[in-house]
């Protein structure tokens, strides 16, 4: 009997034949956390009898959420996470490095490895075949600490995906197409496998954004086989030698099997204050704007400030719209500067932000004011999320984003390609 | 804590309370300040709630409680806050667990018949809510083994001081 990707590595990790619905004690390939989770898993670590790192230099410390800080207090929380770097000879990405699943995707996240992070997002670097998924503070604590975790092992959903994304059409639109049809919970405990044709094409920037948006259907992990073009992506971040090919079986045993045609897909939306509150831009009617936030673990890679300085090159943003734009990794900020799409985008009067997490959850660099509506390129928009229950969060694509910035309100944007 | 019985009222939440609505993160700055980031809990979903709740009082909601971000503060601000269980017809994953984690009894059972203000009895043994208020019971899912130990142990890094390691 077959195995799904979930299974195999699963079964390879813990030496056992793992299946879905078995519990098993897996070692952990990487564990990392975060600035507004990592003051807690620290504490929650060091409450603990064994106090060492069981893998420093697979342990890794992100400085991205509040970065660079914008209160005393976070900064107290900055100077606790590398105090206990420097204690422990772990990882340490300070302030200006960029989001941590960017990173992780660029540097760390090997296929068929398995990976925990402190952060609900982890699932990002299942685009690159790792079992990576998302935990709280006590679980990453002991992962840091005994080097292992368990797994209740998922029944995995395949998402069988094919055909070719119309002009203007991409990941994002279908990953929120999904979410709208399964539901914010469709996927709850359940590992998302994605199969077919236009899985198998979709470059691994592409696989990048649907993996990071599973845990929004409730996901344990969003999956896509290791296969030639994770290869090609490891090789341009250096790291062709960590390539292993991983898929599942071809006998696999699947809990149902979703297909999803991408030729017929539009630009999707999601309205507040759900994810899978979606509809099409093109029917949603006139929504008038007052931000736009284009970057995130989402849609803060290289190609979307290529296709934000695309859309907005010789044009204006809309007066009395603020467009914020922000690369998600130092690496994505050169190349972003190095290509001129910075220069497109501030001379068409957007605003450029550090690397890292920006107004995404509300802390800091963009936060909404009462009755203030936003469209986002990132994965939440939950009552409250960018800083005020009284703001308005929209989702969309990152062609969707630029587009809206340049007519103040959500447009579609083949109307502007 | 198994052998408990919970005695307390009932606080009435919808489906799909995220994280956010728990605790939000505009209050990132306070959670190296545990006791004011709890004065915040359940804010954006009902203003009064701190305020409102007494020791052992019970959050009971609709489908998919806790989704959204893998934040261990949203089941720890529930807890310090007073709350002895949370009732949902289902749970987002990674708070479930973090709620064990935490110590805090998180049943999935029906809670469409349980209204604001209801007093309940919760035997965790007998796998019963009694609705004193309506003089009816609910039965709830058995927390699976694995996470029982951990609960019964008032959360996971106790289980791990105590035992040293993860065992199944």
Redesign the interface.
Known sequence: MGKTISEKILSTKSGSDARAGDIVISPVDLVFMQDTTGPLTIRQFKSGKKQTLAAPRRTALFIDHASPSPSRQLSNDHIFIREFAAETGCMLFDAGSGVCHQIVAEQLARPGDVIVGADSHTVTVGALGAFATGMGSSDVAVAMSLGKTWFRVPETIGIKVTGKFARGVGAKDLALYLIGTIGADGATYKALEFIGSAADDMPVWQRLTVSNMAIEAGAKVGLFRSDRITEEYLKSQGRAHEYTPIAADSDAIYERIIPVAVDKLEPMVAMPHTVDNTTTAMSLGDIRVDQVFIGTCTNGRLEDMAETASILKNRKVHAGVRLIVCPASRKIYMESINASHIQAIIEAGGIILPPGCAGCLGLHQGALGDKEVCLSTANRNFKGRMGNPEGLIYLASTATAAASALTGKITDPREVL | MASAILKGRAFKFGD?I?T??II???Y??????LPELAKHAME?ANPDFVKLVRQGDFIVAG??FG???????AP?VIKMAGVSAILAR?F???FF??AI??GVPVLICRTDGIAEGDNLEISLDQGLVLNTTRNENYSFTKI?P?MLNILNEG???PY??RH???K?
């Open positions: 799909d995220s956010d609505l939000a993160g505009k990132a700055h306070l959670r190296s300040n954006d489908s998919n989704l959204g971000s893998s934040r261990e503060h720890l289902s987002a994953r990674i667990r973090n984690n935490q699976p694995t959360g996971l890094i791990i001081n040293g390691d993860l199944l």
